[in-house]
């Protein structure tokens, strides 16, 4: 009994150490990019050895990739568009109700946001991987729900993974000139005002003909 409590603690005890490490790795990441952080830096940031740092991450490419993946805000947008966009609601008002979670997650994750556009465009390599665990995710599942519908006749049939790109290129944008980049440049913008606003320009390229389907996704 003592030998199966004492194995739970060390499971347990290893989940957090990791979780540590990454929260650590997020950071020093965060202010010198990928190629700039060496393994000795992480190890410091997170307030252990390199050797200790190998055991739980044998390579800082296998770090990176945790670092994206437990702080990327995809796993957060896809539970949202999957709720918003399931059942009876009308397309245009789950358009409105997603987009305003949208700039609210890419908000709070800003700081990854940074990082990841300055490794896409410094290093090929490192590019793809952030694009197989951010973008590339992103725009699969928004495919598959512009294309169920466009079958069902609440959107008009479009390329559906043309119109991902494009719902998510949009908000992306924004974030990007508001929060981002141009932080201090650019007027401020009230973040559900400018959802509601950016959701109905994405809505009138989407929305079906009157005649096919009227009054189909109305609010």
């Known amino acids: 009994m003592k030998r199966k409590i004492s194995q739970r603690r060390q499971r347990l005890d290893r989940k957090d150490r990791q979780a540590q490490i990454v929260a650590a790795a997020l950071r020093a990441f965060s202010r010198r990019g990928f190629r700039g952080t060496t393994t000795r830096a992480l190890a410091r940031e997170a307030g252990i ?21 437990r702080y990327s805000v995809l796993p957060l947008l896809e539970a949202e568009l999957l709720k918003g966009m399931g059942g009876k609601t009308g397309a245009r008002t789950a358009m409105r109700r997603i987009g305003r979670r949208v700039l609210a997650i890419l908000r709070k994750r800003r700081d990854l946001i940074r990082l990841m556009l300055s490794e896409a465009v410094t290093d090929p390599r490192t590019a ?48 990007l000139m508001q929060e981002v980049v141009f932080r ?11 959802a509601e606003q950016l959701s109905d320009i994405l809505w009138r390229g989407l929305q079906p003909s009157a005649r096919k389907s009227k009054g189909a996704g109305s609010p």
């Open 49 to 69: 050895t390199e050797v200790t740092l190998f055991r739980h991450f044998p390579s800082k490419e296998r770090l990176f990739a945790a670092v994206l993946e």
């Open 128 to 175: 793809r991987m952030l694009f197989r665990h951010g973008p590339g995710r992103m725009i699969k599942t928004l495919a598959r729900i512009m294309d169920i519908y466009g079958r069902q006749g609440k959107i008009r049939r479009v390329d559906p993974v043309l119109a991902a790109r494009t719902f998510l290129g949009v908000f992306f944008s924004f974030i």
């Open 184 to 194: 201090n440049e650019v007027k401020p913008m009230q973040l559900d005002r400018a």
